[in-house]
Structures are given as structure tokens and as C-alpha cells.
T-cell receptor, first 111, second 113 residues
């Protein structure tokens, strides 16, 4: 079945470090891909998305490129801040009804 | 603009007691609605989704149920809570197309004691 695999967490970085959170997917068709962020005690917020191969989604300094050849959608940020500490979820959508989420990656940024 | 309301924000319930969590959406019609559960330190588990009034699809067999009595109202219920029902419950709505993703509510933290 369709699935999303994220890199194991937790991830701990120092402020201004470069961030990569890996995400790979398995799907029978050509999905849309998403990154969601969950701040402590809150619901999920859509961070960015890409709907076709080679699209780059970007928001708040975060970027992710839809790579069909490697079935990946890795999240990157050049210089992280303490306020970026959160749980990040990768997800895919193939049909009208459901998103499939990865297991989430907890990110902690130390000052 | 569309908004989604979920309540209560926190809830502590004894084992064996009933549960009712409510979710309402404003600013859209005929949304797809979803209930997810997030256990402590874990990912998201889809519990139920609904594409219309009275239409409920269950993803995981359990002692929970869902209902959609109105177009923009989605209710999660249980007749008798178990300890394992503790978690963070999230309601979400989607426009139904694969390119749009979901908008999530702020969640309800349920602790069963």
C-alpha cells in the first residue's frame, strides 16, 4: 500500500545549523506531497506542498523538492532557529479522501 | 475564510465513562472531515473520515464511533472509554482534491484515568 517513511528522530541541532529531514514514499501513482508542522500542544499546520515531479515547495525558509526518480521529498532549511522546534510530518495524497502521514520527526533547536 | 473548531481542549475521563468530542467547520460546504489520534510520542492514526452527512468510513476497529449529523459537524464518541483511548485527538477538514491537503483543528488532549 501507499506509505511514507521519515528519518528517525529526535533530531537536535544548534541554532543557525543546516537542517535536513528525510522523507521517502511508496505510491502506486503520482501523489501530491506535503510537509506539516506541529508545535507543542497544537494541531498540525501545513508548511509546504508540491503537486508534481520537480516542483519545489517553500515557506518560512523551509524547502522541499518533489523527486520522482528517488521517490523523496526531503525537508531542508539553511539556518534553523529555536522557534523551529516542533514535530514535522511528511504526507502524501493520491486520491480524494485520505492523506497518508509519516511517523513524524521531532526537532529540537538549542540556542 | 474557513475555520475549524474543536472542543474541549483537554479532558480527563475515568475508565468506562462515555466520550463525545465535537468538531465544526465554518466557511465551507460539503467538506471531507477526518478524526485522527496521536498517541504520546507517536505518529498520526486515521480513525474515521466522512465525505458527507451520515457517511462514515472507519479505518481502525475499536470502541470509538463517529457521526456526522450536519454538513459541517463531526462527532467522535465512545460508550465506554479504555485506558488505551488516551491521546491527542485531531479533527481535520479537506476540500477533497488531492492537491489541497487538510486544515487541522487545535486538538483535544484526552486522558483516561
Amino acid at each position: 500500500g501507499d506509505s511514507v517513511t521519515q528519518m528517525e528522530g529526535p533530531v537536535t541541532l544548534s541554532e543557525e545549523a543546516f537542517l535536513t529531514i528525510n522523507c521517502t514514499y511508496t505510491a502506486t501513482g503520482y501523489p501530491s506531497l506535503f510537509w506539516y508542522v506541529q508545535y507543542p500542544g497544537e494541531g498540525l499546520q501545513l508548511l509546504l506542498k508540491a503537486t508534481k515531479a520537480d516542483d519545489k515547495g517553500s515557506n518560512k525558509g523551509f524547502e522541499a523538492t518533489y523527486r520522482k526518480e528517488t521517490t523523496s521529498f526531503h525537508l531542508e532549511k539553511g539556518s534553523v532557529q529555536v522557534s523551529d522546534s516542533a514535530v514535522y510530518f511528511c504526507a502524501l495524497s493520491l486520491g480524494a479522501q485520505k492523506l497518508v502521514f509519516g511517523q513524524g520527526t521531532r526537532l529540537t533547536i538549542n540556542p | 475564510s474557513q475555520t475549524i473548531h474543536q472542543w474541549p481542549a483537554t479532558l480527563v475521563q475515568p475508565v468506562g465513562s462515555p466520550l463525545s468530542l465535537e468538531c465544526t467547520v465554518e466557511g465551507t460546504s460539503n467538506p471531507n472531515l477526518y478524526w485522527y489520534r496521536q498517541a504520546a510520542g507517536r505518529g498520526l492514526q486515521l480513525l474515521f473520515y466522512s465525505v458527507g452527512i451520515g457517511q462514515i468510513s472507519s479505518e481502525v476497529p475499536q470502541n470509538l464511533s463517529a457521526s456526522r449529523p450536519q454538513d459541517r459537524q463531526f462527532i467522535l464518541s465512545s460508550k465506554k472509554l479504555l485506558l488505551s483511548d488516551s491521546g491527542f485527538y485531531l479533527c481535520a477538514w479537506g476540500e477533497g482534491g488531492m492537491n489541497y491537503g487538510y486544515t487541522f483543528g487545535s486538538g483535544t488532549r484526552l486522558t483516561v484515568v
